[in-house]
């Protein structure tokens, strides 16, 4: 199975290994940080020919706040100044931009930036490119339960499937974990239900073009049973 333009995946991706490939090559993390920086610049690219309509990625978790300062002030740096100067691009290639996350406790520097760039590509009908960014999948579950509570509606799971920051994208048909540990930390807990998952040994950084389109090969060869048979999946009933 090949992915053409005329497909619509959602991928989510954990993009994890930044630090150790600085530290492989004794660069401090944040050169980590700025190259993982490009390498998500690269796939954003690619996307769209690769029949991808929804990326969803994790670019810093809630529980990140817990790394050294430097780091963490670092990539809120990078987060302000490189992604100002990547908005227009995005814009012009017709890309939609959301984030996802917890933005009280972020500087008004960023939150101003965050916003102006959603605002911006609102319209745009091409990549729904999601960024989560502050983001822990139980503060978002939490999150969808307080929106029905102050709307003083029941919480059913429809109603709370509705409610969550990620929507209005779909679950995840595939989410890729990099950098080689077997764990969501976090991530998408509720969309990722019946998500494929699929886990490379490469470092952010290094994943590229060819890692995307193995992983897709790899998902195309899955058989998403959502609960049925096989028998049943492939009579299509
Ligand atoms: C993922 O890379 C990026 C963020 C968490 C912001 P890491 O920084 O976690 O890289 P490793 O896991 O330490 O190599
Ligand atoms: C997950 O990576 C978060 C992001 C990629 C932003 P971590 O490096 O924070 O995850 P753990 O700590 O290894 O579980
Ligand atoms: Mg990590």
């Known amino acids: ?49 690769r029949g991808i309509d929804t990326l969803t990625v994790f670019a810093f978790s809630s529980e990140n706040w817990g790394r050294p300062a430097d780091e963490v002030d670092g990539l809120m740096e990078m987060l302000a100044n490189g992604l100002a100067k990547e908005v227009p691009q995005l814009h012009q290639d017709g890309v939609h931009l959301r984030f996802v996350g917890e933005r009280n406790h972020l500087s008004a520097k960023v939150q101003k930036g965050l916003q102006q760039a959603e605002e911006l590509t609102a319209a745009n009908q091409g990549l729904h490119f999601n960024v989560c960014f502050n983001y822990g999948a139980r503060w978002e579950i939490a999150e969808g339960v307080r929106r029905l509570q102050a709307n003083g509606e ?43 998952l699929y886990f490379s040994s490469l470092l952010w950084p290094e994943f590229d073009e060819k890692a995307l389109d193995a992983a897709l090969h790899d998902f195309a060869q899955r058989e998403r049973r959502y609960g049925k048979t096989s028998e049943q999946v492939r009579k299509g009933s």
């Open 1 to 49: 199975m090949s992915f053409t333009a005329s497909m619509s995946l959602h991928v989510a991706i954990v993009m994890d290994g930044n630090g150790r490939w600085a530290t492989q090559r004794f660069l401090p993390r944040l050169a980590g940080h700025k190259q993982g920086f490009e390498a998500l610049r690269r796939i954003v690219r690619v996307c769209p020919t």
């Open 154 to 196: 029941a919480i059913s799971e429809t109603a709370l499937d509705a409610a969550l920051p990620l929507r209005p994208s779909r679950d995840p048909d595939l989410i890729i974990r990099t950098g080689g540990e077997y764990r969501l930390s976090n991530f998408l807990l509720w969309q990722a239900a019946y998500a494929e």
